[in-house]
Each structure stands twice: as structure tokens, then as C-alpha cells.
């Protein structure tokens, strides 16, 4: 894998109870395998019932397609990352 979930304890948490997931990408020979899933699935147990959010790179379908597997949905606000990958926020609610 390359960058992952990476869950840094509290420092994920904010103030109002959100959780922020970082970039996570994978290599494309363990893509469709479940590889993804596993941190995911482990993230959104440590979150709870808590909110998340994260960025998706908008051009990005299976990406996106992931995240809304795992109950998240596209928000309609964007960003582009330094100025130049557009992202798409996405959130799971609570």
C-alpha cells in the first residue's frame, strides 16, 4: 500500500466530535481485493458514531465510489489541493 488510513489517536478527533480520515491510496495490483477495506472498515470502527470527513480527488470515480460504499457522500464543496487536484468533500453523518 502506499500512503494509508492513518489514524493518529486523538489528534484525528475535533472539538465537535468529527473524524478526519488523510490520503489514502493504494496500489493499483491490490485494488478490487479488499486490501482498502480492511483499514477503512477499522477507521470507521474507532470513529463510532461520530462524523467524518475527508477529501476525495474529484476525477477520481473509484474513489469516490469507495468512500460511498463505506457511507459517506459528496457534500458539493470543493477544493483544489495545492492548487492544482480537485478534490470533493466528502461526509458520513453521525
Known amino acids: 500500500?502506499?500512503?494509508?488510513?492513518h489514524v493518529p489517536g486523538d489528534r484525528a478527533a475535533t472539538p465537535?466530535?468529527?473524524?478526519?480520515?488523510?490520503?489514502?491510496?493504494?496500489l493499483d495490483e491490490v485494488r478490487g481485493h479488499g486490501v482498502?477495506?480492511?483499514p477503512m472498515d477499522e477507521f470507521l470502527a474507532w470513529?463510532?458514531?461520530?462524523?467524518?470527513?475527508?477529501?476525495?480527488t474529484e476525477h477520481n470515480a473509484g474513489?469516490?465510489?469507495?468512500?460511498?460504499?463505506?457511507?459517506?457522500?459528496?457534500t458539493?464543496?470543493?477544493e483544489l489541493w495545492?492548487?492544482?487536484?480537485?478534490n470533493v468533500?466528502?461526509?458520513r453523518d453521525a
Open 1 to 5: 500500500m502506499g500512503r494509508g488510513c
Open 16 to 26: 465537535r466530535g468529527r473524524r478526519f480520515l488523510g490520503p489514502m491510496r493504494l
Open 36 to 38: 482498502g477495506g480492511r
Open 47 to 56: 470513529a463510532g458514531d461520530a462524523p467524518v470527513r475527508l477529501w476525495a
Open 63 to 74: 474513489a469516490v465510489r469507495f468512500y460511498e460504499r463505506h457511507g459517506s457522500r459528496a
Open 76 to 78: 458539493g464543496e470543493r
Open 82 to 86: 495545492r492548487g492544482r487536484l480537485p
Open 89 to 91: 468533500r466528502m461526509v
